[in-house]
């Protein structure tokens, strides 16, 4: 396979901010003399985690407000990792503030790209088993509404309209895959 040689990258100029987002104007040259100028999120070194939560062969899923699409979609927990944390301390905190649980089992399996035209984010997969109730106090803005789901049939959330964000599916692909390796 044949190296590509990547753009220069001539100038990169902040053209908008929020109170969450910068976006940059990026001016590349292609090395074939192509120039472009592309749009992106200001990269950033922090991480985020999505969990799988398995107890009593039933994934647990969360039902939380999506101001993206303006509804109710649900999806496995997730959350971004705090300064000092790594992914698996982040999954075990986001499980106690989200679905009150621990758990005394963490396995990261993944870590994906988002949008990477777009954005250096990067999302760490973890699987979650073995679990024990215990809170933490969230910052959602009201409460998370828990789905189980049985794992026996994991596959058929594919075809629930409600399971539609992105990186959850990846998620249970992924899950998927690792539970039938555990076999």
Not at 57 to 83: C, M, N, Q, T, W
Not at 129 to 145: A, F, S
Request: charged residues 25%.
């Amino acid at each position: 396979m044949n190296q590509l040689k990547k753009p220069n990258i001539l100038n990169i100029d902040n053209i908008a901010r929020s109170r969450l987002f910068q976006i940059q104007s990026v001016n590349l040259e292609f090395s074939n003399g192509e120039k472009r100028i592309y749009e992106r999120m200001k990269p950033a070194n922090r991480e985020a985690v999505m969990i799988v939560p398995i107890i009593d062969d039933h994934l647990i899923l969360i039902r939380e407000y999506a101001v993206g699409i303006e509804s109710y979609d649900f999806g496995f927990p997730k959350g971004a990792i705090d300064p000092g944390e790594n992914a698996i301390q982040a999954a075990n905190r986001e499980l106690k503030e989200e679905i009150g649980y621990g758990a005394h089992c963490l396995t990261e399996i993944a870590k994906l790209s988002m949008a990477p035209s777009y954005f250096s984010s990067k999302m760490n997969i973890v699987i979650a088993d073995k679990l024990y109730p215990e809170q933490l106090e969230g910052d959602e803005p009201e409460p998370l509404i828990q789905i189980r789901w049985p794992i026996a049939k994991m596959m058929d959330l594919l075809d629930h309209p409600d399971f539609t964000e992105a990186r959850s599916v990846s998620a249970l692909f992924l899950a998927h895959r690792f539970l039938q390796k555990q076999q």
